[in-house]
Every structure is written in structure tokens, then in C-alpha cells.
């Protein structure tokens, strides 16, 4: 960075909303400079006389500033570096801070010599829809050459790659009037409704309140405009009910009077402050709302009206009366209404040398004597042809009834009118109208609970404005039940406006440009009319008019007015392009909030996690929960601890955490007849005090879920489900309990986690257990048999509940505890098993011990597959109505060719994967010889080679046949042999010993 | 006896209690904003009568408690019993630590056969915030209204708050709220506090703990001696 900064040239020496007792030094692609806290990145450059700030998107043409907020098209710059680098900052709303660092982008080697500008001499070929045509051939080159150097070229800023550093808010605020904007309209408004005694939210844009009240003279007759917002503002922020938002952006309106909202919290500062938010994402839930955003200002169309220094006249105005700014020296304004010559009449008054105003209109539509009387500039009734200069403007060249006239300056002010700024009331589908009175596209109707006021509404004089957002205020009060009364804003002058809106062009060479942001010009326009693409929508489209960052703000109505000019068409008829939010862009960080990385979602953990992590184990996530995946032991892998865990269970005894299993409790006189019609078996003659396997169907036939029914009463019951799907079953239970039978008698509650669940399986597990309950509890094979229940007392006088239960196949309990027990009692039965060499487990070894014993989890319950296709056929019961009963027994879902489960075992000591295909020995591996796939792949601790379940074609009919699996996706081909499910104890001795 | 003095690897665990450390977290300039500390109730239990016994169900509270089961969106507090709305037909009934038989073992005595009375003490946790800045931390998680105008004190709702489904209820005009979630959440919702608090300050206190830890004798008897005896009867299971 030079040392030296650039002087602040055009820097008036008294004026503006700045704080001129300080000086903040930035810099701009490595140059210094300076300005003050007030500032915009954007004033600043200004008044330093930076005119050239960015590059075309595709012609790479040197652009300047343009517009005063965030309508800005051209300024887009990179803000910061590192993991707080931002790109595609307007510089019109970054506001200045000391030790700010600013990049131009698209711009290349450097923003004065850009080769990339030579594109332009290409400009036929990438005119519009030139990404329909030109890269059509050799089709292969779309992917890998085109697209990369279309997208090198065209554009944008370049993203950061680190992690975003800070941290962003979301908020959900309630009110009964929301304001958006604070310009005369809404500050009228938000005292209104206040004063009424609403709750009132107010956002603003910018930084401060005030809208154009801060950057207009003369609004007020008598009272200084910033007095008069500086004390409106006390009264509001003094109101605990109101909520005042400034450099807070509306961005979308939603169905019910929300509203979403962006708050640049900490944007105006080089990193946030402590505990701070970078920005805060506000959801504001209003019963009405006043939209007071104001009105855009549209450009003019003429022959390089894209020159850095062709810039709109409101805006010229702003930077001369807000920041004490002159863009120039030599100004000529064009004008199509009365407000250009305000602009006129500011800059005469801060000696800026005004050389013409060109005035579009005819020489009989003069505005009043007083407002050109101030001007003392040269009127002439005519047209800009074209502009002159590359990097700067030069000179004008005029076309009126005297002929060509060519006018020398450096800056044009352009003022082609205002266009309401009615994009929210447009989101959830009103159409704008088109009113010649005012050139301009308003709003006949708003959604509900929303009202227009100001000049959004299409009202340009500053007493009726106010009047207006009054009037909106009281009513908006009034409807969510709150009396106010009007008053008296502070006298203010009449303004005239008379607009003679024209957009027929004089012939010149350079380009015409509409929307400048995407470089899409008149003759872009002319193209999409004349291949077809004539409606508003799909010029939109095929031209990219519109669709860039700045959503078009300025360009919209230039464009409606070219078209319907080439189609011969009325505005109103031709209509607008649909307005969607958000009305500015949005970082993706404010809408994540606090929900980003591990904070995407809650994760549950179990009663035991905390003791499993003192034992090193590792965890994996199921669903929300995470899990104990395997507890290594000296260095042991995934692998070798999952084995070690699996063949200590099968061979001594071993426990795992089953709390995540979703458990329901169902109580009620009816409790047995629904759970009967929920599942496909039968529950209702389950004895009290026993558990029965339970298979859920959906009402499409498919296999919805399975789990546990334990009969705990008569008219009690405790259902488990799978993990994954617990939510989910209560949910369907409650549905069919509230909405198909509400007749029947039947509470459902979760007491997932309520309960403390640990299985404990394996040859050792019975003595394991004795060791820790009530010596009085008869745990005997013939005292608690194989599938049943019952209430339980710990040796320590816990209670809990008793489960004889097996998943992995061998001798096995489940216990139940409350859940701040959980931990004890894993501790507990860890200290009892010591002598029989018990582990823990995890989901690995779980894993392996279900497909050795082929019980049906995860991979087989995949939504596809039906209780046959499970051998689960036999259990479902033909004396009873069940959900899902109609729908199995569709033909096709009882074709004897559907796949249907089976084991399979590899021939080699190659590991098997999930979801490859099984196919006949010596077929070609194509779609048409698939014969099923694997949905379920373990190593067998107990067989020593890898193991899999699932679906092959008349599986029953096809044991010990030797078939192929194939994973293309891992390149991989292992011969199996097809076998029975169960690996292991196919009889089931071990779980009933 | 009272958790300070349970020693860390006993294995009794209540969510929050060892995440909520005494101590000032965030902003660390001026008064706290958020107030905070976890309670542990003494006994929690869903009440849902059965089909067509609300009524008697009712009755039953009224009787022995003096309290009007509430009809929607309310807490309303006995000397011995609290009933907060919990859904439609549904209550979240809360009782101080009293050695079983407590007041929800006595009322399960009472509605046997009108209601389900299922304990859930050990499935939630219980989080009392208060402080000048408590509205404002909370509306970052919480979506519906909180405004004086909206919710006062004894009003109650169910939420989610950071995706986590959230019972809360305001206690008092401090204002003072009680936020009930699940235990296994707990962990990542106090995360999610300690973000939303932290630009104003937050003020971890010591826990309240209302719940008896240790089974004494007479528990014992009341739960396992009948559970030992119904082993293989067909007679419920609790």
C-alpha cells in the first residue's frame, strides 16, 4: 500500500451527514485513501475522485458508481481478506471504517488494464443467449472447457474458503405494525402507530433514520430535517414498544405478516465486537405493516450511457447534500421530470458548474419558474445521443431542434423518473400496475395486513407523503386495536414532479445498456424479441436482464419500456417480471444462525455416553443420537475391536447401551384392540407380563417398522421401535389413534427418555445379572423365561424393569433403569462381569451379531421391502384388520419372483459391501441378469469370513447355490454361496438356555 | 442428599446439572442478562385420562389438590401438586420430593382405571432463566410471542426452541421462565443458550434440587417388595 493517501478533492469544505473531526484511512485495489465516519466506501472513493471502481460482468467495460444505496448495479467489490474476506459488496452500502481494505473484482490483470475488455470486439458472439448456442458443439467441451472459462470470465467475486470466523443470530420478533423504511413516510407512520400505543418494529436500511429527509434540502419549510428526525427518533427509541432497526434490510414478505429481515449488526465495524453477531436474521410475525421503502430512480437510455460518471441525478444530489461529495466538475443534467433540476439547483448552489440540463420533454413542459430560477443553467429541450470517453466521461454529444451539440463535462446526471419501491408487497404474487401519471408501476391492492404509503405508493410531494404514512399508521394501529389520532407534521414545501416519460432513442453507434450489472443492452433485447422470446418472463431469461445481484432495481422498467416500444405494446400489458425475495441478497451464514456444523441439528446422548467416553469409545451417529460405535482397546482398530467385542459376546457375556430404541407407552381400555390394528401380528393375546416380537406395516403393505410389544397390564403396554424410526411410529400412532379412530380408548406417550436401557447378552449373562439384582428376583430360565417381562429391583434398591430379550442371538436381558440411573448401572454390571470377562459393545459388534442370527434392521427395513420378502410371511396374521393388510396383498407384492431375504456367505476371505448385486455365475454383468442385492454386510466373528443379507430372486428355492456378488461402484466381484439367515444357533437354543 | 456432594463417577446423572457450572459466561461487563440455573424436580408425571373421564379425572384433582385441571395453555400450582396443560387431554403433573408415597403415587391410587399417570422425572430436565435481558435471549430460539401483552405468568406453551421441542411457562412478573426439555437434548441445548445468551451475559447459579436421590427404605419397599412378589403374577408393571 503507497503510505501517502489520495487528497479528498472533491470534498466540499462544509455539509454532509459526516464526522469530519476524525479521518479513517482505507485502501482500494492497494491504494490509500482517506474519509470519515459517515461515509460510505462508496462517498469516499467520490470524494477522493475515484471514478473507475469495477469491470463489466461480460465485456469487461470500465464502470463507475452509479446510484447513492443498494440499487447499486455497478460497484460491487471484495471487502477484507482471509477467512473474512467478502465479495460483492456494494460499495454504496459499505459504510467506512478505519483500516478498511477494498478490492475491485472481474478485472484482470488490473482494474484500468483489463484484457479481458477485448472480449467486447467478440460482443456478437456473446450476445444474448449465447450460452443457448454458441457452446453447443463439441458437446463434450461444456463440461470441461466452456463452463470453466465462461465462469473465469464472467464475474462475480471469488468466494472465501476458511470457515466463516463469526457467528450470526436469529430472531423472531411480534408486533402489531411493522414500518418498513423510515423516510418521511414511515417515521410518519411509525409515530403514529406508536404514539397509538402498538407495538411498532421500524426497520431502515441505512444507518441512520431518516431516508431522504437526510439528504434532500428543503423538504421542511422552517425545521432543520435533522433535528426533526434526531428528536422522532427519541420519542421512539424511549418506547419500550417499539423496536427501532437500522442498517436493517426487508428482504421478503411471507404468507400471515412475516416478514424476514437482515441486520448488519457488526458490518460497519472491521470484525465484530465481543459476544457480538456479524449480522442477525430477524423473522418479524407483524398483524400489519406499512411499507414505506420510497422509490428507485431509473436511467436514462442513450449510447454509452454505461461511462464511469454517467450517474443517477438523485443520487448526485445525495452524495452532495449527505456526504459533501461533488462527483464532478462539469455537470450536465438529463432530466424527463421537474426533479432533475433540483439536483441542478443543489449543485449551482454548492458552485458546481451545471453546463446544461437536458430536458427530455417538450419546451412547453417547464417546471415553475422558482425551480428553474434557482438553476441558472442552460435548458435544452433535446436528447443525449451518445457520451464520450472510455474510462471516464468527456463530453455529451446533444441532439435537439438546434442540431448536434456537443457539451464537454464529466459528469452526466441522469433522471429518467422513479419507480415505486414495491418489490414486498409483490412476493406473495400482487401484480403491479402500470400508471402513465407517474411513468411508474404501483400497486392497485397490497396483501393483507400491508399498506403502501409515500412515494412507494406512487406519491412524490414530501406534505402528502408524510400525510400519507400517517394515515397508514393510524390505520394499521387501528386494526390491531389501537386508537390513535393524527397530528400535524412540520410544515413542508410543495413538490412538482411532471413527468414526460420517453424512450424512443436517437440512432448512435455505442452501445445502448439497460441493465448494467449483467451487460445486457437494447440490441440484447432486440434479439430475445426477435428468436421468440418476446413475453417479459423469457427475455428475462434469455437476456439475463435482471438477474443479477441487483435484482434489476434499476433496470426493470427501462426494460418493460423497450420491449413493449419493439412489440408495440402498452407497459401495463406487458407487465413485470415476478418479484421474489430476497429484495437483497442474503449470506448464507445469517440464514444458518446458530445452526451450522455440529449445531446443524441437536444431538442426543445416551444415559450412558459420559461413561462410555471415560472407556475411549467411539461414536457414531444414528439418527440424532450418538451412539457407541466400538470400544478400542490398546490401539485396536474399528475392525479388531468389533471382532473382539462380538466373540467375547458370543462366547462370554456383554453389554450395550439400547436406550435409543424409541419407547412408547399405550394404556386405555382399547390399548390391545389398536395395537391389534397397528400391527400385522397379533398382540391382543399376549399375556401379561410377556414381550412379542411386533411388525408394523404401512398402509401401502411395505414394512414400516419393527420392534417390541411388552404387555406390562391388562390395559398396558410398552412398544418399542427402531432408533431411526421413533418419531416417526408415534407419530403415526397418534394420527391413526386421533384422526381414523378416535373412538378408540388408548393414550400414547414416548418415556424414551425416561428409561436407562442396557442389553446384556451372552452364555454369561444370567450370572452377570444375579449379581446385581434383588436376591429375591428369581431370574431362573424357568422363573423368567425367554420373552418375558417383569418389574425389578436392583441390589442397591433401584427400580427399574426386566426384559428377557435377544438380538444378537445368545442368552440375553435387557434392563431397564430411570435414566439418571443409566450410568450406574452399566458401572455396576461391569464390576458384577469382571470375572466373566464381560466388554461393552458398540454398534459395529452389534451389527455383526444381527446379520450372523439374520434378524432384519436398517438395510432390510428400506421401505421396499414387504414381511415376505422378509420371511417374516408367517407372521402375519390372516384373522384380523391391520393397517396395510389391503394393500400386501396385491398381486405383484406376492409374485413369486419378487427378491426375497437370504444369507450369503463369501467363498474367499474378500469383504462384502452393502448394496452390491448379485448375479448368476458366468452371466455379463448388466441390468438385465441383476438378480437382487446385498442390503446388509458384517464380518462373522463366528464363521471367520464375511456375510451378508439380502434379496435375491426365489431365494427359499436356491440354497447352497453358488451366485456372484458385483460392486461396480468399488470394482469388486465376489463369489458367495447362498444359505439360511440364521449363521448362527439356526435353532435358537442359545436364546431360550 | 444434595448433588454437590454426589461424587462425579457415582453414575447418577441429571442433563444440565454438571453443564451448568457456576460462574458468569460471555459478556462479563455489567450486570448479567440472563439468569440462569437448572432445577431438578422432585417427581414429573404425564396425566391423559381415559376416553370420556375427563370430567372425573378432573374431579379427582380438584378433590384432593384444590386445583382446576387447566383448559388450555395454563399452570396452575397446589401446595402439594402442579398441573401444567401439556396438549390437548394431556398434563405434565410436578410434585415436590417426598418420599414415596408421594403425591403422584396417591394420585395414581385415586385415578387407577380413569387415567394414564406416566412418569417421565427421569426423562426431563428443568432450566430457570430470569434476568432483564431473558425475553431477548430467548426470542432467538423461541418463536411465539412472549410480550407482557401476550404471555403472563402461569401461561404455558409447547415449542420448539433450536429444533429441540421445549415445555415452557412463565413463573412470575421478573420475569421468570421454566423451560423443560428432554434429557437426552440437554447437552445441545444448552449450547445453543450459551450462544444466544452470551452478548448479554449469563449467570450460571447452583442447581435447586428438589428430587430425593437415594432410594431409602420405605421406596424400597413400596416398589421392589411389590415387584418381587409379582415376578411371574399377572399384575402391572410400573
Not at chain 1, 168 to 174: A, F, G, I, R, S
Not at chain 1, 402 to 426: F, H, K, T, Y
Not at chain 1, 881 to 899: C, K, N, S
Request: with cysteine; glycine share 10%; proline share 6%.
Amino acid at each position: 500500500m503507497n503510505t501517502i493517501a489520495a487528497p479528498q478533492r472533491y470534498r466540499l469544505p462544509a455539509g454532509g451527514c459526516i464526522d469530519r473531526s476524525r479521518t479513517c484511512t482505507f485502501s482500494f485495489d492497494g491504494l490509500r485513501y482517506t474519509g470519515h465516519p459517515g461515509d460510505t466506501l462508496a462517498s469516499a472513493l467520490l470524494a477522493s475522485g475515484v471514478r473507475l471502481v469495477g469491470r463489466s460482468f461480460k465485456y469487461h467495460r470500465p464502470r463507475g458508481i452509479v446510484a447513492l444505496g443498494s440499487e447499486e448495479p455497478n460497484a460491487l467489490v471484495s471487502l477484507g481478506s482471509g477467512a473474512r474476506h467478502e465479495p460483492n459488496l456494494r460499495a454504496t452500502t459499505v459504510e467506512l471504517y478505519d483500516g478498511l481494505v477494498a478490492e475491485s473484482q472481474n478485472r484482470w490483470p488490473s482494474l484500468s488494464f483489463d484484457l479481458r475488455a477485448l472480449s467486447q470486439l467478440a460482443g456478437p458472439l456473446i450476445g444474448a443467449g449465447f450460452y443457448y448456442k454458441t457452446f453447443m458443439w463439441p458437446r463434450g467441451f461444456w463440461e470441461k472447457v466452456y463452463e470453466p472459462l465462461i465462469r473465469r470470465a464472467a464475474g462475480l467475486g471469488r468466494p472465501p474458503t476458511a470457515p466463516d470466523p463469526d457467528h450470526y443470530d436469529k430472531v423472531t420478533v411480534h408486533c402489531d405494525v411493522l414500518v418498513v423504511g423510515s423516510g418521511p413516510a414511515g417515521l410518519g407512520a411509525a409515530l403514529a402507530a406508536a404514539r397509538a400505543g402498538a407495538r411498532v418494529v421500524v426497520c431502515e436500511e441505512e444507518p441512520r433514520l431518516g431516508g431522504r429527509l437526510l439528504i434532500e434540502r428543503g423538504i421542511f419549510a422552517e425545521t432543520p430535517a435533522n433535528a426533526w428526525v434526531d428528536e422522532v427518533e427519541g420519542e421512539l427509541r424511549a418506547n419500550s414498544d417499539v423496536t427501532v432497526l437500522p442498517r436493517t434490510t426487508v428482504f421478503g414478505t411471507y404468507d400471515h405478516g412475516v416478514y424476514g429481515a437482515v441486520e448488519r449488526v457488526s458490518d460497519h465495524l472491521p470484525e465484530p465486537l465481543p459476544h457480538q453477531p456479524k449480522q442477525r436474521l430477524w423473522r418479524i410475525v407483524s398483524k400489519s405493516a406499512v411499507l414505506a421503502t420510497g422509490c428507485i430512480e431509473r436511467p436514462l437510455l442513450f449510447a454509452n450511457n454505461d461511462r464511469p460518471g454517467v450517474m443517477l441525478a438523485g443520487s448526485v444530489r445525495g452524495y452532495l447534500n449527505g456526504f459533501a461529495t461533488i462527483p464532478g466538475k462539469h455537470v450536465v443534467v438529463v432530466t424527463n421530470n421537474d426533479d432533475g433540476y433540483r439536483t441542478a439547483r443543489d449543485l449551482a448552489s454548492a458552485d458546481v458548474e451545471v453546463r446544461a440540463i437536458v430536458d427530455v420533454r417538450p419546451a412547453d413542459s417547464v417546471p415553475s419558474e422558482r425551480l428553474r430560477g434557482a438553476v441558472n443553467a442552460r435548458v435544452i429541450h433535446g436528447m443525449v445521443r451518445e457520451v464520450a470517453g472510455i474510462s471516464q466521461v468527456r463530453a455529451v454529444e446533444i441532439l435537439s431542434d438546434d442540431g448536434r451539440e456537443r457539451i464537454a463535462c464529466d459528469v452526466v446526471a441522469v433522471a429518467g423518473g422513479w419507480s415505486p419501491n414495491i418489490q414486498l408487497a409483490c412476493h406473495l404474487g400482487g401484480k403491479p400496475v402500470w400508471d402513465e401519471a407517474i411513468a411508474g408501476f404501483h400497486m392497485k391492492s397490497a396483501p393483507r395486513g400491508m399498506r403502501i404509503a409515500g412515494s412507494a405508493a406512487g406519491i412524490f410531494s414530501s406534505p402528502a407523503v408524510m400525510r400519507s404514512g400517517i394515515q397508514a399508521g393510524l390505520e394499521c394501529a387501528s386494526d390491531a386495536g389501537f386508537q390513535g389520532k393524527t397530528f400535524e407534521p412540520p410544515a413542508m414545501n410543495e413538490e412538482t414532479y411532471a413527468i414526460r416519460a420517453d424512450w424512443r432513442l436517437p440512432a448512435a453507434k455505442g452501445k445502448v445498456f439497460v441493465d448494467l450489472q449483467h451487460d445486457v443492452s437494447i440490441a440484447d433485447i432486440e434479439l430475445a424479441q426477435r428468436e421468440g422470446f418476446g413475453t417479459i418472463e423469457h427475455m428475462k431469461r434469455y437476456t439475463t436482464l435482471g438477474m443479477g445481484t441487483d435484482q434489476g432495481k434499476t433496470a426493470g422498467v427501462n426494460a418493460i419500456a423497450v420491449l413493449s416500444g419493439l412489440r408495440a405494446m402498452q407497459m401495463g400489458e406487458l407487465g413485470t417480471t415476478t418479484f421474489r425475495p430476497p429484495y437483497t441478497p442474503v449470506s448464507m451464514g445469517v440464514l444458518a444462525g446458530h445452526h451450522r456444523g455440529k449445531a446443524l441439528k441437536a444431538t442426543r446422548l445416551t444415559p450412558t455416553h459420559k461413561w462410555a467416553t471415560s472407556r475411549a469409545a467411539v461414536f457414531i451417529e444414528a439418527g440424532l443420537w450418538l451412539r457407541a460405535q466400538y470400544y478400542p482397546v490398546k490401539g485396536e482398530d474399528w475392525f479388531a475391536a468389533a471382532c473382539r467385542e462380538a466373540s467375547t459376546v458370543r462366547r462370554a457375556v456383554g453389554i450395550a447401551d439400547v436406550s435409543t430404541l424409541g419407547k412408547i407407552d399405550v394404556q386405555g381400555a382399547d390399548a390391545a384392540v389398536f395395537l391389534d390394528r397397528l400391527y400385522a401380528n397379533a398382540i391382543s393375546s399376549l399375556a401379561v407380563g410377556k414381550v412379542r416380537y411386533g411388525l408394523m406395516l404401512r398402509e401401502d403393505g411395505f414394512v414400516f417398522d419393527d420392534g417390541t410389544v411388552a404387555r406390562l397390564g391388562e390395559k398396558h403396554f410398552l412398544v418399542t421401535t427402531t432408533t431411526v424410526n421413533a418419531t416417526a411410529v408415534l407419530a403415526h400412532m397418534e394420527r391413526f389413534a386421533q384422526w381414523i379412530w378416535p373412538d378408540l380408548d388408548v393414550t400414547l406417550t414416548s418415556v424414551t427418555e425416561q428409561w436407562a436401557q442396557i442389553a446384556l447378552a451372552g452364555p454369561r449373562a444370567r450370572d452377570v445379572l444375579r449379581e446385581i439384582v434383588d436376591p429375591r428376583v428369581d431370574v431362573s430360565n424357568e422363573g423368567f423365561p425367554f420373552m418375558a417381562c417383569a418389574p425389578l429391583v436392583l441390589r442397591d434398591g433401584v427400580p427399574g424393569r426386566l426384559f428377557r430379550l435377544s438380538f444378537s442371538g445368545e442368552l440375553g436381558f435387557e434392563i431397564a433403569v430411570p435414566a439418571r440411573w443409566g450410568e450406574a448401572l452399566a458401572r455396576r454390571l461391569m464390576e458384577a462381569g469382571a470375572a466373566y470377562e464381560i466388554v461393552p459393545y458398540g454398534l459395529e459388534a452389534m451389527s455383526m451379531l444381527r446379520v450372523e442370527k439374520g434378524h432384519a434392521a436398517g438395510g432390510e427395513l428400506n421401505g421396499q421391502t414387504t414381511a415376505r420378502d422378509l420371511g417374516l410371511g408367517r407372521l402375519v396374521s390372516r384373522n384380523k384388520h391391520f393397517i396395510g393388510r389391503a394393500m400386501a396383498e396385491r398381486q405383484a407384492l406376492l409374485d413369486p419372483e419378487r427378491p426375497i431375504m437370504v444369507g450369503f456367505r463369501a467363498l474367499d476371505e474378500r469383504r462384502l459391501n452393502a448394496g452390491a448385486h448379485v448375479l448368476s455365475l458366468g452371466s455379463a454383468v448388466t441390468l438385465e441378469h441383476d438378480e437382487g442385492y446385498l442390503t446388509s454386510t458384517a464380518f462373522s466373528p463366528a464363521l471367520g469370513c464375511w456375510i451378508a443379507l439380502g434379496l435375491i430372486r426365489r431365494g427359499n428355492d436356491r440354497m447352497r447355490e453358488k451366485v456372484r456378488v458385483v460392486d461396480p461402484i468399488r470394482n469388486q466381484e465376489v463369489n458367495v454361496e447362498i444359505t439360511h439367515t440364521s449363521f448362527v444357533d439356526p435353532h435358537g437354543e442359545r436364546l431360550r438356555a | 442428599m444434595e448433588n454437590g456432594s454426589v461424587p462425579e463417577n457415582s453414575g447418577l446423572r441429571w442433563p444440565l446439572s454438571e453443564l451448568l457450572r457456576p460462574g458468569r459466561l460471555g459478556l462479563q461487563t455489567g450486570p448479567a442478562g440472563i439468569k440462569v440455573r437448572a432445577r431438578i424436580p422432585g417427581a414429573l408425571a404425564e396425566l391423559m385420562p381415559f376416553k370420556g373421564l375427563d370430567e372425573v379425572v378432573a374431579k379427582t384433582i380438584r378433590d384432593l389438590h384444590k386445583l382446576e385441571l387447566p383448559r388450555r395453555r395454563r399452570r396452575v400450582e397446589g401446595a402439594r401438586l402442579t398441573c401444567t396443560w401439556a396438549g390437548p387431554k394431556r398434563w405434565l403433573v410436578e410434585a415436590p420430593a417426598i418420599a414415596p408415597p408421594g403425591p403422584i403415587e396417591e394420585l395414581e391410587q385415586h385415578i387407577a382405571g380413569t387415567a394414564a399417570l406416566v412418569r417421565q422425572t427421569d426423562g426431563r430436565a428443568v432450566l430457570q432463566m430470569s434476568g432483564p435481558k431473558v425475553r431477548e435471549a430467548l426470542r432467538k430460539g423461541v418463536a411465539i410471542d412472549l410480550h407482557p401483552r401476550s404471555f403472563a405468568p402461569g401461561d404455558t406453551a409447547l415449542t420448539l426452541v433450536a429444533g429441540i421441542e421445549v415445555h415452557l411457562w412463565q413463573l412470575d412478573d421478573v420475569p421468570t421462565f421454566e423451560l423443560l426439555i428432554s434429557r437426552s437434548v440437554a447437552d445441545s441445548f444448552w449450547d445453543w443458550l450459551k450462544s444466544a445468551a452470551a452478548e448479554f451475559g449469563l449467570e450460571c447459579a447452583a442447581e435447586t434440587s428438589e428430587s430425593t436421590r437415594v432410594m431409602d427404605s420405605a421406596s424400597l419397599e413400596e416398589l421392589g417388595a411389590t415387584a418381587v412378589t409379582s415376578m411371574n403374577t399377572p399384575q402391572e408393571i410400573k
